[in-house]
């Protein structure tokens, strides 16, 4: 991924809550030289660290349909990628105090890593609990995966469960970290004013990351 150093996300914390708050990410293998994708929702399971080297960076829990043969490229054991895409919004000049061009304000996580397959009843019925379980919980009456026996084969015999091991991921968290304080002060102003959800989300994430660049004394 394209990842200028000056909005580089190295938090694992915050990738990690990234992940979390947008999860429908994007699943991307390659077979014969054609990329295949397919849109999944993911659960991210953390290791001992999110970013560096060697094991314990954590995994990836999802499932596709059986009929889609995106799911065979995983015998292949080569890696696959799953991008996120957080909030993103258009950033107008006239909300700098400097000279400026237009641009767009992002957060996107590219995760890399290596398929295993949930193939046993008792393990793909308890990634799908807790699929539900998590998205359910905000409900104020959370539906519960409860159905009869037949049903639940059925649906299960439909479903490819998988692992993904993750080996790497980047990150990048761009909110004008290369303008001035006060610059970036206009653009968190403006887009507070807008009642646009992203707007306000792309604000709330850079408010959260000036004042964590200044506690950790590296503002500019």
């Excluded at 694992?12 to 014969?32: K, N, W």
């Excluded at 060697?54 to 799953?82: C, D, M, S, T, Y």
Aim: aromatic share 10%; hydrophobic share 40%; net charge negative.
């Amino acid at each position: 991924m394209y990842c200028p150093p000056a909005f580089v996300e190295n938090d694992h914390d915050t990738i990690a809550e990234m992940i979390r708050s947008y999860p429908f990410g994007v699943l991307i293998t390659c077979d014969q030289g054609r990329s295949e994708v397919t849109h999944l929702p993911f659960m991210l399971h953390l290791g001992k660290t999110v970013q560096g080297q060697g094991q314990g960076k954590g995994k990836l829990i999802g499932h596709i349909a059986r009929a889609n043969p995106q799911w065979q490229h995983f015998a292949h054991g080569e890696e696959v990628l799953v991008v996120f895409q957080g909030p993103h919004t258009y950033i107008s000049p006239s909300w700098y105090t400097n000279f400026g061009v237009p641009t767009w304000n992002y957060a996107a996580v590219h995760v890399w890593g290596t398929v295993r397959l949930i193939e046993d009843e008792a393990s793909l019925n308890a990634m799908l609990i807790e699929l539900t379980e998590t998205h359910e919980a905000a409900r104020p009456t959370p539906w519960v995966f409860d159905i009869d026996p037949e049903r639940r084969a059925h649906l299960m015999a439909m479903l490819v469960g998988f692992e993904i091991d993750i080996t790497d991921i980047q990150a990048t968290f761009k909110f004008n970290q290369n303008r001035s304080e006060q610059d970036r002060a206009g653009v968190i102003a403006a887009l507070s004013l807008s009642p646009d959800a992203d707007d306000q989300a792309v604000a709330c994430l850079m408010r959260e990351q000036m004042t964590s660049r200044k506690k950790a004394g590296t503002n500019e």
